[in-house]
């Protein structure tokens, strides 16, 4: 079960590197419309990196760890 969710979790943790790429093409009428900032869509690009998927790894399984 546990080997389940962690890949449930990478899988998402995936999704969310591919949607910060996907920030980037964005114009600044389209980052209006969703309601970003272009300070705040630099910093999601910033995070998105081999380095960030790791970092949303590890937050998810320090906050499973105090749910427990």
């Known amino acids: ?15 969310r590197y591919q949607t910060r790429k996907g920030l980037a093409s964005l ?10 900032t272009k300070e705040r869509q630099q910093a ?6 081999f380095k960030g998927v790791l970092c949303d790894m590890m937050v998810k399984v320090k906050k ?3 749910m427990l």
């Open 1 to 15: 079960m546990l080997i389940v969710s962690l890949f449930v979790h990478f899988q998402d943790c995936v999704k």
């Open 27 to 36: 114009t600044a009428q389209q980052l209006m419309d969703i309601g970003m």
């Open 44 to 49: 999601e690009l910033s995070q998105a990196s």
């Open 64 to 66: 499973r760890g105090r």
